[in-house]
């Protein structure tokens, strides 16, 4: 039972400083809502495809970038796409990161961009870290036979 | 005076016994239309925990031919015959944008019933006042909240039990007296009276008992029908203008409910 309680400290503590580091926003609590009994992994199959997602995008930015003439819309509309499906998620600090990145798109600076390009996906990486820590923690209380303590 | 036996476009004729008060017990169907997998997976997952069934499509011309307008296909058949409530749709698509996919819809004399709302990112009054002189019936800025689809819901839910009102005869007084009031058609009873609003506006109501739109075009799927439809043409087009000017976060709202 001490075990329980301690997991259930851990994610609570954890998930607070998720909040207050600016990783994520209100629209994560709004996926956790949407989880319950008939969809028990739902943030996580979400978050998982957020960042197969995140990843391909990164990447087609980078491409873009690296060309001779670089088509700054086409850059444009990768981060546009980003910055949506962070913005769903609630991956606060790469949607932040996204909305600066096109503001150089749009004067097409490929510097500028290339700087955000490595803010993007940095990120990105702290990201999926933290919440494959969250993850890994709510199983762990899971298998304990406790149960996931809902952040209000 | 005679049952009605009239069927709703909407509903099977077994829900239509008598009068019902009680919210409908058959699933709204949401058709979702949003080109990114994760906003489709969120936005499905929102509507089923609202208690609806969902159809998520990653295209405008996907949702075409599931309702079938798809100017290839001749039959009207949706590919499992089920009668689509609501269209929720992302402004921003490669191909055809939400904004296109609204005009079709409201084009067709078969669907333009249906309300259809819009999701963008982007808050900007043009584009919000452009949709809703289309025909939108809400505008909704992403991030989708529970709260956006609980609004939907009840609105769907307000406007079943009207649809139905107006369909029953009148056989429960209390409830037609308000319709009835503001009833420009009747004469005599039975008299099928049409709102002039209880929510929102609506069209002028025609003479006749049928409902406006065409009967359903639901029908037992032919598996034949659903042979592979061509993949959608998804020509990365520059995204929607970005706007500079993106106004404080203020979302459209039918209702200050949140």
Same mark, same amino acid.
């Given at each position: ?152 | ?189 039975? =008299?099928?009276?049409?709102? &002039?609003?209880? $929510? #929102? !506006?609506? %069209? /002028?109501?025609? *003479? @006749?008992? +049928? =409902?406006?739109?065409?009967? &359903?075009?639901? $029908? #037992? !799927?032919? %598996? /034949?029908?659903? *042979? @592979?439809? +061509? ?15 993106? *106004? ?11």
């Amino acid at each position: 039972m001490d075990v329980i309680v301690q997991l259930q400290r851990q994610i609570v503590d954890f998930t607070a400083s998720l909040y207050r580091e600016g990783y994520v926003d209100d629209q994560f609590t709004q996926l956790q809502k949407l989880q319950d009994e008939s969809s028990p992994d739902f943030v996580m199959e979400v978050a998982s495809l957020f960042f197969v997602d995140c990843e391909k995008l990164v990447n087609n930015m980078a491409r873009a970038l690296e060309l001779q003439a670089v088509d700054f819309k086409q850059v444009d509309s990768h981060v546009h796409q980003l910055k949506g499906s962070s913005s769903s998620v609630g991956a606060a600090r790469i949607k932040n990161a996204c909305i600066a990145f096109r503001t150089y798109c749009e004067s097409q600076d490929r510097e500028g961009c290339l700087r955000c390009l490595q803010l993007v996906n940095h990120e990105y990486a702290q990201l999926k870290i933290k919440l494959q820590t969250l993850f890994r923690l709510e199983q762990q209380i899971v298998a304990a036979g406790g149960t996931i303590p809902v952040l209000q | 005076m005679a049952r009605n036996s009239v069927v709703s476009r909407r509903w099977r004729s077994e829900k239509m016994d008598g009068f019902d008060l009680s919210p409908p017990d058959e699933q709204v169907h949401v058709l979702a239309v949003d080109d990114s997998l994760v906003d489709r997976k969120v936005i499905e997952r929102l509507l089923k925990i609202s208690c609806c069934k969902v159809t998520a499509v990653d295209s405008g011309i996907r949702a075409l031919q599931f309702l079938g307008l798809d100017e290839e296909k001749s039959s009207s058949v949706g590919f499992d015959g089920l009668k689509v409530d609501l269209i929720i749709t992302d402004y921003c698509m490669p191909g055809m944008t939400g904004y296109e996919l609204l005009k079709k819809i409201k084009e067709s004399s078969t669907f333009r019933e249906i309300p259809v709302v819009i999701m963008s990112s982007e808050n900007v009054m043009a584009r919000i006042d452009r949709c809703l002189e289309e025909g939108a019936e809400d505008f909704i800025v992403k991030p989708v909240k529970l709260s956006d689809v609980k609004r939907l819901r009840d609105y769907m839910t307000a406007r079943e039990f009207r649809v139905k009102n107006q369909q029953v005869g009148n056989n429960n007084n209390n409830n037609k007296r308000k319709l009835r009031e503001s009833c420009d058609l009747s004469s005599s009873p039975p =008299s099928i009276s049409f709102s &002039s609003s209880l $929510l #929102s !506006p609506w %069209p /002028s109501p025609p *003479s @006749s008992l +049928s =409902s406006p739109t065409s009967p &359903s075009p639901c $029908l #037992s !799927p032919s %598996p /034949s029908s659903s *042979s @592979s439809p +061509s993949p959608p043409i998804l020509s990365y087009s520059a995204p929607c203008s970005p706007t500079t000017l993106d *106004s404080p976060t203020r979302r459209l709202k039918m209702s200050s409910s949140d």
